[in-house]
């Protein structure tokens, strides 16, 4: 595998000694942390002297990982010279966030900040083939890619989100929403294709972490989250991570046979006073009419929730969450299917946990693999940070 910083940035010139290499990880981390300092404050955070700090800085600049801050302050760090500021230079590297999906491909492109600088996004036919989907998702990366003005080289990672159970090994061990999905080992191919190392998740355990990151749920450690929309399925946060269990099929709960919670959203579309391929439309319909009186439409909402929560009880009790997500094409309805929810919820449970409605549109499970890539980054960045060796002399 390619090191991160040959891919990312010039190699640091200089000693190589184990002391040095740490001083130059602790005054980055100082710096990733956010904001602009100077070389007193960068020094007295990382524990180092000045010019230790100084020298570590001048190493940091020269790879291209930090940049000297526009940010000016009245004290003077010298006499006759006011400080100087540096801060963590987010273009220095880049990664992307895969949502790959039964309906569409969405790819987030993202500096090391977390802010997205590009996307791009193809439909897809239910009914596509593997290599079909294969070929619509290398052209979208492509095309964010693109977009953003960079090259695969230019990306140290990437992270996937699709459905499915993923196994410990990265591959699709099993996914019913999906024709010929079964085994298939995205991570390879993208890694095959493009010479980026690729990680593959679960897309609802991606949605629950982009929750966490940038949602509703920045404020909770356990959280169960419930994707309502051409499909159904849950993702858990457990302290703050999302849980895959030992196969991957944590909180599956459309696995659970006898249940027919997988299909309890197709049974609320049954009741749409108006026939449209738009399923935003038609959800939208059946809870315009309850809202209008129609009796056979809240009790078919009514019965949904009944299901929905049936399903999400066992999870509940177990994991004992502070939040429950509504995510998906139904959080658009908000109150109208949050409150028959967080009824049957506190009905089930002794100590329930608050229910709320995601915000966060289609967009959870491209950002949820945003993080999961930039964990990585992060983790290779401050492992991999290394000075060169001083070049020999003649």
């Not at 699709?162 to 019913?176: E, L, N, S």
Request: neutral net charge.
């Amino acid at each position: 595998m390619t090191s991160f910083m040959v891919r990312s940035a010039t190699q640091l010139s200089g000693d190589t000694s184990v002391v040095r290499r740490l001083n130059l990880r602790s005054v980055l981390r100082v710096l990733y942390g956010g904001g602009s300092h100077t070389i007193t404050v960068i020094a007295a955070a990382a524990n180092i002297s000045r010019p230790t700090a100084s020298q570590a800085i001048s190493d940091l600049l020269d790879a291209g990982w930090i940049q000297a801050s526009d940010q000016a302050v009245g004290k003077k760090d010298r006499v006759g010279r006011p400080a100087q500021r540096f801060e963590f230079r987010p273009s220095a590297g880049h990664v992307l966030g895969v949502d790959m999906g039964g309906h569409k491909v969405l790819v987030l492109v993202s500096d090391l900040s977390g802010e997205v600088v590009a996307e791009s996004r193809e439909t897809l036919r239910p009914a596509s083939s593997r290599a079909r989907r294969l070929a619509i998702m290398n052209r979208t990366i492509a095309s964010a890619l693109s977009a953003a003005g960079l090259s695969a080289a230019d990306i140290s990672c990437a992270a996937i989100a699709t459905p499915g159970v993923v196994g410990p090994d990265g591959k699709v061990a099993h996914a019913p929403a999906i024709p010929d999905w079964d085994g298939v080992d995205l991570g390879k191919h993208v890694q095959d294709r493009f010479g980026i190392p690729t990680q593959v998740f679960n897309d609802m355990r991606m949605a629950a972490l982009a929750e966490h990151w940038k949602g509703v749920a920045r404020d909770a450690s356990d959280v169960v989250y419930v994707h309502v929309g051409h499909r159904m399925g849950t993702g858990l946060l457990v302290a703050g991570r999302p849980h895959a269990g030992r196969h991957g099929a944590a909180a599956e709960i459309g696995l659970w046979r006898g249940l027919r919670w997988a299909h309890a959203y197709e049974q609320l579309l049954e009741l749409a006073p108006r026939r449209s391929a738009d399923q935003g439309d038609a959800i939208q319909a059946i809870f315009d009419a309850a809202k209008a009186g129609d009796a056979a439409a809240q009790a078919g909402i009514d019965a949904f929730a009944d299901l929905l929560v049936q399903g999400l009880t066992p999870v509940m009790v177990t994991i004992d969450p502070e939040l429950v997500i509504i995510g998906g094409g139904i959080s658009a309805a908000g109150e109208a299917i949050r409150e028959p929810v967080r009824v049957r919820v506190e009905r089930e449970t002794d100590f329930p946990p608050t229910v709320v409605c995601s915000v966060m549109g289609d967009h959870a499970c491209a950002i949820g693999a945003v993080r999961s890539a930039l964990d990585v980054a992060e983790e290779r960045l401050f492992t991999e940070l290394t000075p060169a060796p001083k070049p020999a002399t003649v």
